[in-house]
């Protein structure tokens, strides 16, 4: 059975823990602040705040309720619009008012839960990071100006949040209500779920799965990873850096030890999906799900990473470039999963990039995607890995290039060569996200755009000469 504190209230379903938590909130709680819109993650009307219990603190994230299974809401504190609710309206609603940044209103419940979620994260909030935060939530009617003007005055009410203690801040100031001052204890004494049967397939943050399969899953019980203590955690240890299969997205972006081992990381992290869908997708799941355009699974194959894969019994060790073996075949044995992953790090970060073109900024996936890690020998090229998404059926280790590059220097007559060994290494077919011909240019480019970004004047050239 699944627990958990939806608002103020604790409750307990038997239904089937695939179905989706937007459903559940909705239909079962009649709490119908929460709005249905595309059940796809694209719109962000299902917006709603996921509470953990960190040590003796929540901490709230958004996320959206349509690709959250129950099972993933279980011992969390769920807040939909209506549990904000003091009696009078927010800073964050009055802004919203202020700026008339709602009309028809669809849109507005998600805009507030993923401003809220931004006011209650322990770290600064800039304009920036306000209209950052509504990044997953689309609006019909307003235009986007008045919901950014009211997001820059949210950050500016923040500018002198209690980062130690958010949750606290918030409820003195009148901004939520005091039953949130409960809820770390409450949690608390809800029991884990009980153990899974081995074998038995998983979901991580089900932004693929709940899309790809969400009537199947909505009749059926689910086993989650991302409650598994193994699979949780970023470690730097021994010149090796781990990362568990649980941790999310948004975990990648925000990490300081990742942001020591590879400073540009998290401006790349923001580059895939929206705040909440980050917030959910973990790295176990972008891996398995084998896109070709995986982003997180690019940037792997780049720092040239393994992956740890278990039973719950035995373990086994496989080079993620050798784990993909066809379009959406990967080399994983009945009952296996996704431990880790994990590459070799050293003090001194190594030159890495990464470059993705999409047709929208946030909430799309690649057409082409790329990514490069490379350590220089002098003035020669050292260690070198390649990666390459959208232009094979798989997400592409481009072996032979790097070992092109490798002991060559950084000039446009290398990367002219290196382009022709790209161009033979992949086998790109024309989609709906482009001809096979403007994707060879496109991993072109992103190549070149590579190395005009991680040796700026070194190549004197622009990439439009090219
Ligand atoms: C609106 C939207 C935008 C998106 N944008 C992007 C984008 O820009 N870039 C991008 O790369 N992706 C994008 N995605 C796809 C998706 O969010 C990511 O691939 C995400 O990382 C999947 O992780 P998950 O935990 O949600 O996977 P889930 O849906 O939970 O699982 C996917 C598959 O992986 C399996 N799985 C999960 N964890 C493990 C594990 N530890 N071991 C074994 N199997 C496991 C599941 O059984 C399932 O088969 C987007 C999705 C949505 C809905
Ligand atoms: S209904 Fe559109 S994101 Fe959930
Ligand atoms: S106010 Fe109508 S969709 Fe945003």
Known sequence: MVTFILNDETVSTVKPSGSSLLDFIRYDMGLTGTKTGCREGDCGACTVLVGTVEGNRVTYSSAVSCLMPLVNAH???????????TG??????????DHSATQCGFCTPGIVMSLTAESLAARKTTPGTAIASVSGNICRCT??????????????ALSDKQLSDPVSWLVDRGELPAYFLSIAGRLSVIPPLSPEPAGVRGIGGGTDLMVQKADLLAESDSVTYIERKELKGIRADNGRCTIGAAVTTSELGHSELLKRLLPDLSSYIQLIASEPVR?????GGNIVNASPIGDISVMLLALNADVILTDGRRERTVPLKDLFLAYKKLDMREGEYIRQSSFIYSDDPPFFSFEKVSRRTHLDIA?????I?????????????????????VPLCLKRTA??????????????????VIQEEISPISDVRGSKEYKRLLLRQLFIAHFLKLFPGRLNLKIDEL
Do not use: W
Request: hydrophobic share 45%; proline share 1%; aromatic share 2%.
């Open 279 to 283: 917030n959910m997708a973990t790295v």
């Open 88 to 97: 009078k309206i927010s800073a964050v609603q009055q802004a919203i008012v």
């Open 403 to 420: 070992a092109f590059l490798t002991g060559r220097t950084v000039s446009a007559e290398t990367l002219m060569q290196a382009n022709e």
């Open 143 to 156: 235009g986007y100006k008045s919901i950014e003007k009211a997001a820059a005055v949210i950050a500016s």
């Open 373 to 393: 890690s490379l350590r220089m020998s002098g003035d020669t090229i050292g260690e070198c890995h390649l990666s390459a998404g959208g232009v094979s059926p």
């Open 75 to 85: 011992g969390r504190h769920i807040v939909t619009v209506e549990g904000i609710n």
């Open 367 to 371: 057409s082409v995607n790329s990514a």
